[in-house]
């Protein structure tokens, strides 16, 4: 069963910054995404950037253009998320999820088949 955790979430003031970590367990397939995904209060869910298993391709939103950078440690099966100059429009709960068996790699929500539970990201102004 694949299982994916969050953490590094927590509270920043505007121009800081955070690194999320996603860990996965039981992914037995050699191809795959991670990506990571947002959903601010009253808002839906949206992607941020994702990361390819296969060859380390990697897909950004506009938002996380030129802030956010992904990147994996396959030793660890653990991807990153480093946020810098976090803005409040931020504030969000940050889930991680991956795609099993891409064509590409993206962040079209209904293309990824396992989903963490999230962690809390709080940036103040």
């Known amino acids: 069963e694949v299982q994916l955790m969050e953490s590094g979430g927590g509270s920043v003031q505007a121009g800081g910054s955070l690194r999320l970590s996603c860990a996965a367990s039981?992914?037995?397939?050699?191809?795959?995404?991670i990506g990571w995904f947002r959903q601010a209060p009253g808002k839906e869910r949206e992607g941020v950037s994702a990361?390819?298993?296969?060859?380390?391709?990697?897909f950004y939103a506009d938002s996380a253009m030129g802030r956010f950078t992904i990147s994996s440690d396959g030793a660890k099966n653990t991807v990153y998320l480093q946020m810098n100059n976090l803005k409040p429009e931020d504030t969000a709960v940050y889930y991680c999820?991956?795609?099993?068996?891409?064509?590409?790699?993206?962040?079209?929500?209904?293309?990824?088949?396992?989903w963490g539970q999230g962690t809390q990201v709080t940036v103040s102004s």
């Open positions: 999820a991956a795609e099993i068996d891409p064509v590409g790699v993206g962040l079209g929500l209904n293309l990824y088949d396992y």
């Open positions: 039981g992914v037995t397939d050699e191809n795959y995404n």
């Open positions: 990361i390819s298993s296969h060859d380390g391709s990697t």
